[in-house]
């Protein structure tokens, strides 16, 4: 079955082996450099929130000292075979909206939790469930240790929930988001393995199976007018930076939208 029909049927596709040990390396060296600092920076706030993650890895702010090495990250995560393998399932038109690293909670309480990810924006759940099939919204997992990290509903990224995965979702009717859901699949994925899904299908992390986690998720997608206003520019390349990027199709087409 080909990757498209894949994830149209499913709303994810694993690809096993699909990057090799020095482009992980690569990938790794640049995160840790980020993340290792704003994790040891920011414990306590990381504790209280009960943060699962990390956003906005490419930010200016956090190459205040190394500013050679952003363009380095730019480079790492957008490798050709990478863009290829996107443009090939979902056309040209792929801007790059963001990075997420997601790690176990330092705080235990924190339970993982059934979500779309639209969910905590300001767009109401009638317009999400309206809008479904108009957007484009992928995040291109790339894990950096390996994990049973992630479960996820199959076909949720094309119907909306039933009774139950809605009253869970959002915890009304007594539920907790934390709840089993029917028909849900774990995936497991070692180093070098990638995961394309929904960001809008129903998902949760998994931090029990899980001694230690470090998932990069690259959050790209297609225009849409109600959620293009989402992105950060500061996570963009700048115009002398963009120049150096060897394949930065993602990033100028972000920047040709904006
Ligand atoms: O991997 C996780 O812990 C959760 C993943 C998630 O919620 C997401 O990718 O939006």
Known sequence: MSARKEYDDMGYVVVR??????????????????????????????????????????????FT????????????????????????????EIYFH???LFFNPLNKKRLPYWHRDMQYSPLSDDIQKAEQNN??????????VKEKGVEIIPGTHKRWDTELERDVRLELNGHSNNEQL???????????????F????????????????KALDLCVGKYHHLTFGFLDKQILPRKEEMELIKNNQWYSCATNYS
């Open 17 to 62: 082996n699909f990057l090799s040990d020095i482009e992980i390396s690569s990938i790794s060296k640049h995160v840790n450099g980020v993340f290792d600092s704003w994790m040891s920076s920011n414990k306590s706030e990381i504790f209280e929130h009960q943060l699962v993650n990390m956003h906005s890895l490419t930010k200016q702010e956090y």
């Open 65 to 92: 000292n190394t500013p050679d090495e952003r363009v380095g990250f730019f480079n790492s995560i957008s490798p050709l075979t990478l863009t290829n393998l996107i443009e090939r399932m979902f056309g040209s």
């Open 98 to 100: 963001n990075t997420q």
């Open 135 to 144: 957007m484009v919204s992928l995040h291109i997992r790339i894990p950096l």
């Open 182 to 196: 029917p028909n849900a699949k774990l995936i497991e994925l070692d180093v070098g393995d990638i995961l394309i």
């Open 198 to 213: 929904s960001s809008q299908m129903i998902h949760r992390g998994n931090y029990q199976l899980n001694d230690s986690r």
